[in-house]
Each structure stands twice: as structure tokens, then as C-alpha cells.
């Protein structure tokens, strides 16, 4: 399943990353939820996500809605080695990614519940990765408005 996340945060950087027509800056800061296809196993993958950006670099948050009613939380961005990732949701306590690779980090079942449910009431989450030699490549706020009505409509 990791390969679909991957799958999806390819995509969704390839849209994000578009040619600045002037309403690029409007995308940030907006939740989306879509839907497409998996090429490998051509299974319908739905997400709920958001996009921001540091320096040049694009970066995805989504949960991924599954099936089996699991929605991971995945955090997806360019290429190059993810050493370790937290959110924090308001003046709650942050939370770690369970697991780290080359552009993306993601969330197990209980953790992802959990900033589920604290997205769902917060206003805002902070988000800071850290690179392979524990330098941050990501340090910002994102915001929770928009969150429920975009994740309600699957």
C-alpha cells in the first residue's frame, strides 16, 4: 500500500507544481478532495489534501480514504530522504510519523485517528520534516478551515 501513497504523492505534486498562471498561490492553503485511479492496481484511491511549500519545494498532506474506513495520514514532497516528520494541532502535544523514506512520511491507524479527530476541531497544524542530516526542509502552519467539508464528501 505504501507504493499507492507513493502513487498519489506523485501526483499530487504534479499538480500542485503547475506553471505559476497567478492563481497557483490561491491553491495553497485550500483543502481538496479528489479521486483517481491506481495504475498498478487499478483501484480507485480517494484523498482529502492540502499543499504548501517551503523555499522551492512542494509539499502534499493528505489521509488517504480506504475501503476498510482507514484513512491514513501521508506527507509527501520532493526527492530526496525524509529523516522525520511532526504535526502539531493547535496547542496540542506533536505527533510523529510512524514511518520515513525518500519524499514522503507517513502516519499508522492510531495516529492517523487521532489527527483525524484533532484536524476535524483544530484551527491550524504545524508541520516540520527533517531531512536525512536532521536539517528541517519543512517548518509551517497549515490551515484546518475547510478540512471537515472537503473530508465529508467521501
Not at 503547475?18 to 483501484?43: H, I, K, L
Not at 491507524?109 to 491550524?124: C, H, I, P, W, Y
Request: aromatic letters at 12%; proline letters at 1%.
Amino acid at each position: 500500500m505504501i507504493g499507492s501513497f507513493r502513487v498519489l504523492a506523485l501526483f499530487a505534486l504534479a499538480v500542485f507544481a503547475a506553471p505559476d498562471t497567478g492563481a497557483r498561490a490561491n491553491e495553497f492553503e485550500v483543502w481538496y478532495y479528489q479521486c483517481m485511479e491506481d495504475e498498478e492496481s487499478s483501484e480507485k484511491i480517494c484523498t482529502t489534501e492540502i499543499a504548501t511549500s517551503s523555499g522551492n519545494e512542494d509539499f502534499v498532506i493528505y489521509f488517504v480514504h480506504r475501503k476498510d474506513g482507514a484513512a491514513p495520514l501521508v506527507v509527501a514532497g520532493d526527492e530526496q530522504k525524509f529523516s522525520n516528520l511532526v504535526i502539531q494541532v493547535d496547542d496540542k502535544d506533536t505527533i510523529e510519523a510512524d514511518e520515513c523514506d525518500v519524499g514522503w512520511c507517513y502516519f499508522k491507524a492510531e495516529k492517523s485517528v487521532k489527527l483525524l479527530k484533532q484536524f476535524r476541531r483544530g484551527r491550524r497544524a504545524r508541520i516540520s520534516i527533517l531531512d536525512h542530516r536532521l536539517e528541517t526542509i519543512l517548518d509551517t502552519e497549515i490551515t484546518l478551515s475547510g478540512f471537515t467539508a472537503s473530508y465529508a464528501k467521501h
